[in-house]
């Protein structure tokens, strides 16, 4: 039996699809999203949870319409920018993880600002995956390594791990994914490797505190292995 997970990672998925069935813009559901997921930093936190990791836009989310793109772009300037008080009365740190040169120069600056401001914080370890793919996390952290001037035929895995943008947090215990899809889409590659699934059937903008609930109940009656024998079972 496990208790609560240390390091919970969601996929925010169906935003777009619980818009739609209101008959309102795809837009409109990422703005509840954004809502949900100021609420859920504080649920999770107080269900005792200590990292919490989000899909927020990925390498590939530029694919989609440019007004879709700017929107979703909008939204996360409003977050940076307007959270930081949120952020500090919640002892909050909050860091971003993905390729952030690929950003606009005022969200690059405003993330570095909220990462600044908060990296002292003790509560909640928030990060937000922002033009973030796995594969091109683990490509750069083998490059910056290789930049470095390490040895990389002597390349272990603890030094990789350290070169990733998660560095120095612990990998997810707990992965949930909404809406129903079943696929990983480059999320977290090298750290869910031995993460538990749990897939809700609600759209994002509908998670709640039940919803969670169900999640941890679930985590909590696995068995986890890590690849050998769980205890007892030698
Ligand atoms: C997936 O729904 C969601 C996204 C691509 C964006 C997630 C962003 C937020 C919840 C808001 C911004 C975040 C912060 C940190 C303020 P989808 O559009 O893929 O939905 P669909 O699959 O139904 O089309």
């Given amino acids: 039996m496990n208790a609560v997970p240390t390091h919970l990672a969601v996929i925010l998925d169906g935003n777009g699809r619980w818009a739609k069935k209101k008959g309102l813009p795809r837009n409109a559901g990422h703005v509840k999203g954004a809502r949900v997921l ?3 930093c504080e649920i999770v936190y107080n269900k005792g949870i200590k990292y919490f990791t989000v899909y927020a836009f990925s390498t590939e ?11 979703l772009m909008n939204l996360l300037r409003d977050y940076m920018k307007n959270s930081v008080k949120r952020a500090m009365k919640n002892n909050m740190r909050v860091r971003v993880i993905g390729d952030k040169t690929g950003l606009d120069k005022d969200l690059f600056d405003s993330i570095e600002e ?6 002292g914080n003790t509560g909640l370890f928030f990060q ?4 973030y793919g796995g594969r091109d996390e683990i490509v750069r952290a083998v490059r910056k390594l290789a930049q470095s001037g390490a040895d990389l035929t002597k390349l272990t895995d603890s030094e990789l791990n350290e070169a990733l943008d ?6 997810p215990d707990l992965l949930i994914r909404t809406c129903g899809e079943e696929r990983i889409s480059n999320f977290l590659l090298w750290q869910l490797a031995y993460s538990e699934f749990y897939f809700a059937d609600c759209a994002w903008p509908d998670f709640n505190e039940a919803e969670l609930d169900k999640a941890i109940e679930s985590y909590s009656s696995r068995t986890r292995r890590f690849g050998g024998l769980a205890e007892g079972e030698a």
């Fill in 166 to 171: 998660t560095s120095g947090v612990p990998d």
């Fill in 61 to 71: 989310n530029w694919n989609r319409p440019a007004d879709e793109v700017s929107a």
């Fill in 38 to 40: 100021e609420d859920m």
């Fill in 114 to 119: 909220l990462e600044k401001a908060t990296e």
């Fill in 128 to 131: 937000i995956a922002l033009n």
